[in-house]
């Protein structure tokens, strides 16, 4: 229940006073009450005896306004008391249940008065101190300054809480927002009515609140900090659906924080500031402990206890889920305690369980969350420590990544095929265009791919980050094919939100290559030199590719480049390794790939992807099938590749040389007129389903005349989907 009061000068005026007509009005604000609340007001003499006739009314609108009209009072004194729906400024919507607030008040004094929580807090206060002997405007006063006070609000106790209202803009009206919302934080209605009650006989009988109470007022200030800012918003937005602009102060002045008493002293002051005894620490691998001091003239903390719009750093951790990314590692990140007492922030950092440096920030608060200061901390790395193993989450993570990557180079061989049977059955011009669900779906799997890439990229940064270019080689190989395949195309090396995937454009693929090759030269250096292994079953193996990948993929973009010479030394180094060998495998047969899916990589397979293979297509008297496993980089292609590249160097003995080896372990004749042409036909009969020949009679010149297709058909339509969907999205010439 909630009442409302206002002093008189005249404590003795009931006995002097003379029966006067009042025009009584104003407003009921929790949030406002709604319209059609109730209210009524009874005449009271000065011991708050009934007197005379009890008036009803009822609220006119959403706003809480009411009026009595002109009433005849044979004294100043009155009780209102209202019950009704209100806006919960909270939650942000309407209650949904009923509240009852009362006041009583000095008609002598204001005739225009506000029922609200604080005058409802003072109404049994006010009672039990005119039943001691004292008169009401005595009364009134004390009660209202020890409720201001209580609240740590006392330099706004000279105004009566009557004539506070929460759309006045002013200081007042933000102390009453403030402590209406802290009584009201995480309280259904009839859990507010409940609580106010205890809160009005504890004040009633005292003037203060008891212990038990005041723990219950702390612990509300700090479920409150969190939502300041929306508590202000919804009520600026609500007077705002009522046609009423109105401004609201920030809250978090009007809270006392620190229990000294005063609301709105714990933040700095024009001329003041907060001092560090340092700002940099710079931490050996295996921590220590560390003393800096603080110099402050206001109370500080490592945590802000109200709302900010500057959130620490380090309160900042990642999903839940990607907490077991590596394995036996529980912390990745740089571990440390830290306090705060009697001036002395005190950090205590644990040994890093990292290869590579680390840095993070311990900032420094006032009670409302603004920063003071911080410490910016970088902890040496362990260079001797072994890469970390991937751990459940990270296992699940390279499982997804890896599903993803094989379906999207998966259905990207059903593009090899339509190019490798075109002048069989002209299947390029039937299935290839911008509305095709192929073309759609490849483009959408090398973007899922690479999302998930970059998704598992930016939160394995945030720990360790030591598998940074193992992210980087497989965005590569995502990004190498996309080029070949459409030429310019979006270059996304982030994790994009949803605005950002629908406003992106076509990146220059001279700006594509150009970063991947950075990328890929740093991975060489940092990858392990090992025989690549990607069929096992364990997805370290999978996920922890070795040198030769990232070689052959920045092999594979200076032959695209036509830089055929830094091209060829990187296929040297693999041949050099002498991990691999070649065997009879023939990538055009359905057997080699089931034989790779059985048995495992082999001799040959240096990089390949699984997934479910898709029904067989019947495209005239063509069978095409999605293959369930693709060997995207094998030592035939390296060879291959190789002789290619001492073909365009000069080197034509040597080259021809490289091709006998593959011709004679494959068991395959060759034709041409050049050594060039030779390569052609052996990649024609050798490498189907390992999504290289395009590329490579892309790169020579090959693709009009050996598919017989238009010049135009060498780059793949942009899906029409993108196109509508991204106003900045451009088709490839040749496709409507």
Known sequence: MLSLSSCSEDDNLENDFKPTTYDVLGKVEK?????????????????????????????????GNFSFGSKLFEAPYAELTANGYFFNEVDGDLSSGTLNLRALVDLSDETTVNVNLLTHLKYQRIQRLIANGMKFGEANKQAQKELFTAFGLQKYAEKDASTFSIAGGTDESAALIAISSLLLVDRSEAALTE???????????????????????????????????????????????????ITVKNLAYFLDWDNDGIAGNEILQEGEEVKLEMTELNVPNEGGTYTISISSPIPVYLEPKANSDNPPIDAISPEEFFTEIYENISNADISMEKSLTDGKLVIKLSPLNSKTAKSTSVTIYDVLGNALGSVKIVQEGDGDISLPKLGKTGKQLVASMAMDIAQSFSELNLIEQYYHYNKE??????????????????????????????????????????????????????YYNMVVMWGDVPYINFVPDMNAAFNISRTPQKDIFADLKSNLEKAISYLEEKKNESLSNDANDFFFISKDVARILLANIYMYQAEYGLAEKLLSDIISTGFYELDSSNYNDKETITGLWNNGSGKETIFATRSESGEPRTRGNITITTPALVPIMTYTDVILSYAECLYKNGKISESE??????????????????????????????????????????????????YGVEDYRQLLPIPQRELDLCPQMTQNPGYC
């Open 31 to 63: 949030g406002p009450f709604v319209s059609g609340s109730t209210i009524t007001i009874q005449p009271m003499d000065g011991n708050l005896q009934v007197l005379g006739s009890l008036y009803s009314s009822t609220i006119q609108d959403d706003l």
């Open 657 to 706: 040389k490289e091709l006998e080896k593959v011709t004679s372990n494959k068991g395959i004749n060759v034709s041409g007129s050049s050594v060039l042409e030779k390569i052609k036909d052996a990649r024609s009969q050798l490498m189907l389903y390992s999504n290289t020949n395009f590329a490579f009679m892309k790169r020579n010149g090959f693709v009009k005349d050996f």
């Open 425 to 478: 059955a002209n299947l390029v011009s039937q299935y290839i265009y911008p509305s095709c669900s192929s073309v759609n779906s490849i483009w959408s799997n090398f973007y899922k791919a690479n999302r998930t890439i970059m998704m598992f990229k930016e939160k394995e940064a945030e720990q360790l980050g030591v598998y940074q270019e193992y992210f980087n080689v497989f965005s590569a190989m995502q």
């Open 195 to 245: 609580y106010l009650a205890k809160l009005c006989r504890e004040f009633g009988e005292n003037g203060i609140f008891s212990e038990s109470t005041q723990k219950q007022i702390d612990a509300d200030k700090e479920t409150l900090g969190n939502q300041l800012s929306s508590v202000e918003d919804n009520i600026i937005e609500r007077y705002a659906d009522l046609g009423l602009e």
